[in-house]
């Protein structure tokens, strides 16, 4: 079974779309499979990774039963093969949810089915806050990599996603933990500057990067490209490559040779 990689967060706007495509792509720069698969009805991460012309199909057509799997998969930009979410009407995603809560492996089961190579990294986009689809995700997941904004409301309010993974996570044999990246970093604003060095003190080595707030990110994504590939020389650039050096080791661990259950 590959590693799977979740972006979870209370809250909206923290970057997760924006982290799950980067990291996608600079994993597979570094050589390994990638799957970007969007588990967010928002539908968004296709705009970071999809080819032109924009896709609309994605796993809703799936659960639809219009294709299979491999049809709902393509390969996306920055070398990764990217799975959209696709669209879903409001009664079809209350369907849905609905049955997403009477299986609870769903998610499990088919990536499972996939038979991706061992070295693979499957990142999960995901919702905003308690939901199905971060149960699906924490039910499966290798690691959990949190956004958090250097302000007071990111802070307080990223309880309510620790006590998910705490739930759906940590007990399970090869869940590697709950990692942290502080996103937006602006060093000229002194609030943020204090809640950064709260945060440094309080995650210690759980924090594995810190992204400056940098319109090379936001510029990218209207090109709808990795920021590696729009712009490579860029602050936004360097600091993924550095969270990506700090994520690996985390990943290798949590890979199906290092699980205990083959030791
Ligand atoms: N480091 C950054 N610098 C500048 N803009 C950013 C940065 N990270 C995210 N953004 C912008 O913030 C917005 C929210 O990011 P997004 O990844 O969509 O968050 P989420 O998925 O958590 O809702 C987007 O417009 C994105 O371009
Ligand atoms: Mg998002």
């Given at each position: 079974?590959a590693t ?9 706007g923290?970057?997760?779309?924006t982290?799950?495509a980067?990291l996608?792509a ?5 050589g390994?499979p990638?799957?970007?698969l969007?588990?967010?009805p928002q539908?968004?991460?296709?705009l970071h990774l999809?080819p032109q ?10 659960v ?12 996306g930009r920055g070398g990764?093969v ?6 879903l009407?409001?009664e079809?995603l209350?369907?849905f949810q609905?049955?997403?809560?009477a ?10 089915g996939?038979?991706l190579?061992a ?8 919702p905003p ?6 149960q ?5 997941a290798s690691?959990?990599?949190?956004p958090?904004l ?6 307080a ?7 998910m993974v ?6 399970r ?11 937006q970093?602006a060093p000229e604003?002194?609030?943020a500057?204090?809640?950064l060095q709260r945060l440094?003190d309080?995650l ?7 992204l400056?707030q940098d319109q090379?990110?936001?510029e990218?994504m209207a090109?709808?490209?990795p ?9 936004a650039?360097h600091d993924?490559?550095?969270a990506?050096?700090r994520?690996l080791?985390?990943?290798d ?11």
């Amino acid at each position: 079974m590959a590693t799977v990689l979740a972006l979870v967060a209370s809250k909206g706007g923290v970057g997760k779309t924006t982290l799950a495509a980067n990291l996608a792509a600079a994993l597979a720069r570094q050589g390994r499979p990638v799957l970007a698969l969007d588990l967010d009805p928002q539908n968004a991460l296709r705009l970071h990774l999809a080819p032109q012309p924009l896709p609309t199909n994605g796993l809703a057509d799936v659960v639809l039963g219009r294709i299979g799997w491999r049809q709902s998969m393509m390969r996306g930009r920055g070398g990764v093969v990217l799975l959209p979410f696709g669209q879903l009407d409001d009664e079809q995603l209350v369907a849905f949810q609905q049955s997403l809560a009477a299986q609870p492996d769903w998610l499990a089961l088919a990536i499972e089915g996939w038979a991706l190579p061992a070295d693979a990294v499957v990142v999960v986009d995901t919702p905003p806050g308690p939901s199905v689809y971060l149960q699906q995700v924490l039910r499966v997941a290798s690691l959990a990599l949190m956004p958090l904004l250097a302000d007071a409301a990111s802070f307080a309010t990223r309880e309510l996603v620790e006590r998910m993974v705490d739930k759906y996570a940590r007990a399970r044999a090869g869940f590697g933990g709950l990692l942290y990246l502080v996103n937006q970093v602006a060093p000229e604003r002194r609030l943020a500057r204090d809640v950064l060095q709260r945060l440094r003190d309080e995650l210690g080595p759980r924090l594995i990067g810190e992204l400056h707030q940098d319109q090379a990110v936001s510029e990218a994504m209207a090109h709808m490209l990795p920021v590696a590939q729009y712009a490579p020389h860029s602050q936004a650039a360097h600091d993924i490559d550095e969270a990506v050096r700090r994520l690996l080791p985390h990943l290798d661990a949590t890979s199906p040779g290092h699980w205990p259950a083959q030791a």
